[in-house]
């Protein structure tokens, strides 16, 4: 099989490397996917450069861990019915060597799952690490129906998909955008449709403005910088709240307690890789829902050739407003 892959960490356009591949089998309860698209995250381009002081897993990587095709072959103990299904695929290399930038690549069967013929693969790859993430910040603590979600970062992967998914879910949402030049681009977007409000966080009064749409009380914060954030978020949660971040700019922040500890504000931490495996199911199945139903937006730029996959990982690198994902060749 053609395959994308790399060696040692380091810059995209020196370690990655494309070549031939032997075809993987799949094991007892597991699935081979033939891709035709790989999506691409910030997560696989910071494992390829060791961020955070972090090493080679495995002595090769095919990075990537989101997907879109068909289920080329199954292992022992999985339904033969589903070869020739259309599927979207999520953690192919959380915790495995092998992910999606190959024309195959092979998962437990609950990460393979199947892709309605109404949604795109251009959706289906996009769905895994933001979706899973997205779902997850919005629905931890329970239901959202008749609660007031704020949603930082809305135009970004996870935070356009938090938004959509709790409005889904029958929530107030709020968003915001970095900049008031930002706000031009979510009023020309489908999340217009979804959102109570959107606020930039260099205007004048922020919390007043949040709290003005937000009829007064924020139930759940979903932050995607907690360390810059963290006062604003404390101005505006109500009691019994939760800011469930996922993301922050400095990786030790300080925090108000006392204020937080007086409205018993729960802070909830957020790695995708090693959510529960049924909160994995689930938020897969409610994606897989709201897809169907046309009600999630992913704006996905021109696919990649897989030749070009350093490319790639350097549009992510530079913070592409596009989602990116990588064609693989039939």
């Known amino acids: 099989m053609r ?18 591949l032997p075809d993987p089998e799949p094991g007892p309860g597991e699935v081979a996917v033939r891709l035709r698209l790989s999506g691409v995250n910030p997560g696989d381009t910071k494992k390829r450069l060791g961020w955070l002081g972090s090493s080679m897993a495995f002595p090769r990587v095919v990075p990537h861990s ?6 080329a072959a199954v292992g022992e103990g999985v339904d033969p019915a589903r070869v020739g299904r ?7 290399q959380s915790y495995r060597p092998s992910g999606t930038a190959a024309q195959l690549t092979v998962v437990p069967s609950v990460q393979a799952v199947d892709l309605p013929d109404d949604v795109p693969d251009e959706v289906g790859a996009c769905l895994g690490i933001p979706g899973t993430t997205a779902h997850r910040t919005v629905f931890a603590d329970g ?26 879910g029958g929530a107030r ?6 900049r008031a030049a930002d706000l031009e681009r979510v009023a020309a977007s489908p999340l217009s449709s979804v959102l109570a409000a959107a606020v930039a966080l260099d205007g004048a009064d922020v919390a007043r403005e949040v709290l003005a749409h937000a009829d007064g009380r924020v139930d759940r914060i979903v932050e995607v910088a907690f360390s810059e954030n963290i006062d604003l978020d404390t101005a505006v949660i109500g009691p019994d709240g939760t800011i469930a ?13 006392w204020p937080l500890l007086f409205a018993n504000v729960t802070v909830r931490l957020f790695g995708s890789d090693d959510f529960p ?11 897989t829902a709201a897809a169907h139903e046309g009600r999630l937006w992913i704006p996905v730029g021109d696919p990649v050739p897989l ?8 549009r992510v690198d530079a913070g592409s407003r596009d989602r990116v994902v990588v064609a693989l060749p039939d």
């Open 3 to 20: 395959a994308a892959w790399y060696d040692a960490q380091g810059p995209a356009a020196e370690v990655l490397q494309v070549g031939e």
């Open 66 to 71: 989101d997907g879109a095709g068909v289920v």
């Open 86 to 92: 259309r599927a979207w695929v999520f953690g192919a």
């Open 143 to 168: 239901p959202v129906a008749g609660r007031t979600v704020l949603v930082h970062g809305v135009l970004g992967a996870v935070g356009s998909l938090a938004a959509q998914l709790a409005a889904r």
């Open 173 to 178: 949402v709020v968003g915001t955008v970095r």
């Open 245 to 257: 971040a996922y993301g922050t700019r400095r990786d030790r922040p300080e925090l108000p307690f």
């Open 277 to 287: 495996p049924a909160a994995k199911t689930e938020a897969a199945a409610e994606l």
């Open 307 to 314: 030749e070009q996959v350093a490319q790639a990982h350097d």
